[in-house]
């Protein structure tokens, strides 16, 4: 593995942890008690919160399937999660087997699953760095070994940003690693909104921060403002669940309200 950081830490079940929260919703084993208690009470005020997870997911499928479909060769997933199968790799390798991956996470439970993450095809390469998103020039020294960041790269920032607030640099911290990107590389980004319903998450808003974490949900707006400079591929910046459906898996869900998230995708010109 590359990169690696703080590979003695101990996984810290006292707290919840979105990654762990996010692979209860997906129906996963590698989450702890405190996850599940969070991950609950988020659904009493949102009944949906596995949908939220699945659609999340499926975009993040369709949009790498676009993106190897459409000649890019190399990605770089921050804020990666437990594996679920498929994992990104996987989508990239079928369409493109010779596809780089290089994932990067914190959370040491993802270190310990990372063999999940390493299943490369034989002509193309997977690693994993464990370092933190707010660490770009960290992240992009040890990508750096595994991709050639003279040629494009896919930036995947996926249910990423909400986790970061605007005082903490979530802005800068895309800047940051886009600058260091190619004419040609991709930023994809899902984000999570309380647009349809500001009172609920101003609750969960208050609910992470009493579990002493972030939440940030953004607006379409400040959801298309992270793409200042850049080629937004169609449909440009849309709910998550309309975000090129023709490619496939689309969630079927309960209700018709919108699932509240934003996605899109865009090329560095």
């Excluded at 990423?160 to 005082?167: A, T």
Aim: hydrophobic letters at 40%.
């Amino acid at each position: 593995m590359t990169g690696q950081e703080n590979q003695a830490v101990e996984i810290d079940t006292s707290k919840p942890h979105p990654a762990r929260m996010y692979d209860w919703f997906l129906g996963g084993k590698d989450n702890y008690p405190v996850d599940e208690q969070m991950a609950r009470q988020l659904l009493t005020l949102d009944a949906r919160g596995r949908d939220m997870a699945r659609v999340n997911r499926a975009f993040m499928h369709r949009a790498t399937r676009w993106l190897a479909e459409n000649g890019v060769r190399q990605f770089l997933d921050i804020g990666t999660g437990i594996p679920t199968e498929p994992n990104l790799h996987q989508i990239a390798q079928r369409a493109a087997p010779d596809a780089r991956v290089v994932y990067c996470d914190n959370d040491p439970i993802v270190l310990a699953h990372a063999a999940a993450l390493l299943q490369s095809t034989p002509e193309g390469v997977t690693e994993y760095i464990q370092a933190d998103a707010r660490r770009p020039e960290t992240i992009l020294e040890a990508a750096g070994k595994v991709l050639d960041l003279s040629r494009p790269v896919a930036l995947s920032l996926v249910a990423l940003l909400h986790f970061i607030d605007d005082e903490d640099g979530a802005a800068d911290l895309v800047d940051r690693l886009l600058d260091r990107l190619p004419s040609g590389s991709y930023l994809v980004l899902s984000h999570t909104t309380g647009d349809f319903d500001p009172e609920g998450a101003a609750q969960a808003r208050a609910l992470y921060k009493a579990r002493g974490m972030t939440l940030r949900p953004r607006s379409r707006a400040e959801l298309t403002a992270f793409f200042h400079g850049l080629e937004l591929v169609e449909p440009g910046v849309s709910l998550s669940a309309d975000w090129r459906p023709e490619l496939g898996e689309v969630i079927n869900v309960f209700g018709d309200d919108p699932i509240p998230g934003y996605a899109g995708v865009a090329r560095k010109p």
